[in-house]
T-cell receptor, first 114, second 114 residues
């Protein structure tokens, strides 16, 4: 089992460029999440998908879009990158929705926007 | 609304010394509490969690945390740390009857010196 995988591992963009961060899980989980991690800020939820076919905004959705392509894959798109989006992005999944669920995280994508 | 406060951003300690990482939460309903660990250049992984029952929960690598409802705390402790415990530690809370998405604290960097 690979768990949660993310591509790419690193990316450098210029302001205004677009890109898509890919995430896949092989644990047959229903729920998937995108977070960003900034120094001193902890993890902040960008978007989540409770189940295939549904997506919802999290705490910091502005400047991002998501697609739940199928049960395994959940992508995050930056349409016009800004320096404020320089961050480490983590994808996570959990078996079901619910407050008791453990989240399983990918290794992260480190994004630098110049 | 739920919130989490990790009182220390950084905790330096010598190897084999005891350590406590503090976490306080705010919630008006029943809570579920988690500690996640992030080793350098990796994603987060679950260390331990409190769902119900015994207020003292333990991890396989010697950490323990105690749920204290009256003090709204869930501090993480280890009686003797190793160099390999150097990592970022995140406390998280989710609540029954509300959003099932956990809220993460800002993290505590545990630095173990030889």
């Amino acid at each position: 089992n690979a768990g949660v995988t993310q591509t790419p591992k690193f990316q450098v963009l210029k302001t205004g460029q677009s890109m898509t961060l890919q995430c896949a899980q092989d644990m047959n989980h229903n729920s998937m999440y995108w977070y960003r991690q900034d120094p001193g800020m902890g993890l902040r939820l960008i978007y989540y998908s409770a189940s295939e076919g549904t997506t919802d905004k999290g705490e910091v959705p502005n400047g991002y879009n998501v697609s739940r392509l199928n049960k395994r894959e959940f992508s995050l798109r930056l349409e016009s990158a800004a320096p404020s989006q320089t961050s480490v992005y983590f994808c996570a999944s959990s078996p079901q929705t619910g407050p008791q669920e453990t989240q399983y995280f990918g290794p992260g994508t480190r994004l630098l926007v110049l | 609304a739920q919130s989490v406060t990790q009182l220390d951003s950084q905790v330096p300690v010598f190897e084999e010394a005891p350590v406590e990482l503090r976490c306080n939460y705010s919630s008006s309903v029943s809570v579920y509490l988690f500690w996640y660990v992030q080793y350098p250049n990796q994603g987060l992984q679950l260390l331990l969690k409190y769902l119900s029952g015994s207020t003292l929960v333990e991890s396989i690598n010697g950490f323990e945390a105690e749920f204290n409802k009256s003090q709204t705390s869930f501090h993480l402790r280890k009686p003797s740390v190793h160099i390999s415990d150097t990592a970022e530690y995140f406390c998280a809370v989710s609540q029954g009857g509300g959003s099932y998405i956990p809220t993460f604290g800002r993290g505590t960097s545990l630095i173990v010196h030889p």
